[in-house]
């Protein structure tokens, strides 16, 4: 099935210059580990993290539309891959098993969500103790780019900022992303 959209959100997030190989040494994914792609798109990622984790893992590819759902699901089946399951999301909340999380994946959608805090705070019961947040997000852009005119960003100091609120700290930050900030939260014990 096509959905035009779910294949451009593929086509940038594979695109090398917005350096998803990097960006997947980065996580150090771990054979067996369970993920959460919150606002998966066209499932890019979490193709390759399914890939990544093996039969043991798994990811859960979340999404407020269904047709990108239905898109992921038949992309997994084409690819053979048994361990990926998609879930329809609320806007505002996200119902998952306990403790059960070892990353949660958030690319260029934390702009979307509508209450932040209360959205990571809730996701805190949904960790494993050392589970990741990992939030890579657009930077503010130039006067006349589309992420500012339509305000398709949050600055860097504002998520960390939410974050703290929401309970977590940062772990860890990396620079080589040319229009996005990508920041590893993890819980405050
Ligand atoms: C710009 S796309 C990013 C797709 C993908 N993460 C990537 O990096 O290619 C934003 C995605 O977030 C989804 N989305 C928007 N609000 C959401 C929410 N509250 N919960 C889950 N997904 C949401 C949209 O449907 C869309 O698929």
New binding site residues.
């Given amino acids: 099935m096509k959905n035009l ?2 294949m451009m ?2 086509r ?2 594979s695109d090398p210059k917005n350096k998803p190989d990097q960006i997947l040494e980065a996580l150090s994914l771990q054979p067996g580990q369970n993920i959460a ?9 979490s193709l390759r993290f399914a890939n990544a984790i093996g039969r043991a893992g798994k990811v859960y590819a ?4 269904p047709e ?1 759902l239905d898109f992921i699901s038949n992309s997994a089946k084409e690819k053979g891959l048994n361990n990926v399951e998609t879930i329809l ?4 909340n ?1 119902t998952l098993p306990e403790k059960s999380l070892d990353l949660v ?5 934390y702009h ?3 209450n932040r805090v209360g ?1 990571f705070r809730n996701l805190i019961g949904l960790l494993k103790p050392e589970g990741k947040i990992v939030v ?1 997000e657009y930077k503010r852009g130039g006067p006349f780019s589309f992420r500012r005119i339509f305000g ?1 960003y949050v600055p860097l100091e504002k998520i960390i900022e939410g974050m703290d609120k929401a309970g977590y700290n940062v772990s860890k930050r990396f620079d080589f992303l040319p229009q996005q900030s990508f920041t590893i939260f993890i819980q405050r014990k």
């Fill in positions: 959209k779910a959100f593929n940038k997030a792609d919150i606002g998966a798109g066209g499932g890019y990622f979340i999404d407020t539309d990108f999301a609320m806007e505002d996200l994946f958030v690319r260029n959608v979307h969500l509508p959205y890579i398709h």
